[in-house]
C-alpha cells in the first residue's frame, strides 16, 4: 500500500510569484485535503476535494485555488504569495469525505517566501 | 477563544514513565478525536482515533474522551526515547458532508534515556 506522497520537499519563491504543490493520495482514498501549518502551530484546514471538486473550504483566501484530477491526486495553487504563506503545507488523504474518516498525512512541503 | 486549547508544553520525562497529554476545546459538535504524532519536518503521523465519549487502548497509548467536560487526554505507557515528538490533538465534526480537522497547537515531547 502507497502512503501519500507530496512534490516538491522543499521551495522557495518571492513575494508576489506562484506556486503549485503537488499531492499523491493513498492508495484507494478518493478524498484529499490541505492544511497549512506554520511554525510552532498546528494544522490550519485550507479546503477539501471529493470527485474531482471543492466539497469543503476553511478561512482561506480565494487566492488558494486547488485540483483534483480522476486518480484523485491533487495540486494546490498559491497566487501572490505573501511572507505570511510561509508554512509546511500537509495534503491528507481519506477513504471518505464525511462521516467518520481517518486523515493520513504526507511529509509537507516547505515553502518559504521571502 | 480557540476551538481546541492544547499545553504548547515543552514537557521533559524520564525513559520509562507514563505521559499524560490533554486538550480541552469548545464545540460541541465535535464527534471524532484523533491524536497525531509529528516528528520534527514531518508529516503528521496518526496514532488513535475515537469517536465520541470513551477510552481505546493501543499497545502503549491510550486516548480517552470525556464529552461532557470537552476534554480529551492521550496516556503514553513505559515512554522511550522514539516517542521524543510534538503530540497534535485534532477534533472534527460531521459538517456537510465533509470533515475538516480542527487542531490544537500540539505539545512537544521529550523523553531523556
Known sequence: ETGV????????????QQVTLRCSSQSG???VSW???ALGQGPQFIFQYYREEENGRGNFPPRFSGL????????????ALEL???????????FIAGGPNEQFFGP??????? | ????????????????????????????????????????RKGPELLMYTYSSGNKEDGRFTAQVDKSSKYISLFIRDSQPSDSATYLCAMSANSGGYNK?????????????
Request: aromatic content about 12%; overall charge neutral; hydrophobic content about 30%.
Open chain 1, 68 to 79: 483534483q484530477f480522476p486518480n484523485y491526486s491533487s495540486e494546490l495553487n498559491v497566487n
Open chain 1, 35 to 37: 492544511y497549512q501549518q
Open chain 1, 84 to 94: 505570511d504563506d510561509s508554512a509546511l503545507y500537509l495534503c491528507a488523504s481519506s
Open chain 2, 1 to 40: 477563544q480557540k476551538e481546541v486549547e492544547q499545553d504548547p508544553g515543552p514537557l521533559s520525562v524520564p525513559e520509562g514513565a507514563i505521559v499524560s497529554l490533554n486538550c480541552t476545546y469548545s464545540n460541541s459538535a465535535f464527534q471524532y478525536f484523533m491524536w497525531y504524532r509529528q516528528y520534527s
Open chain 1, 5 to 16: 506522497t507530496q512534490s516538491p520537499t522543499h521551495l522557495i519563491k518571492t513575494r508576489g
Open chain 1, 29 to 31: 482514498h478518493n478524498t
Open chain 1, 108 to 114: 509537507g512541503t516547505r515553502l518559504t517566501v521571502l
Open chain 2, 101 to 113: 480537522l480542527i487542531f490544537g497547537a500540539g505539545t512537544r515531547l521529550a523523553v531523556h534515556p
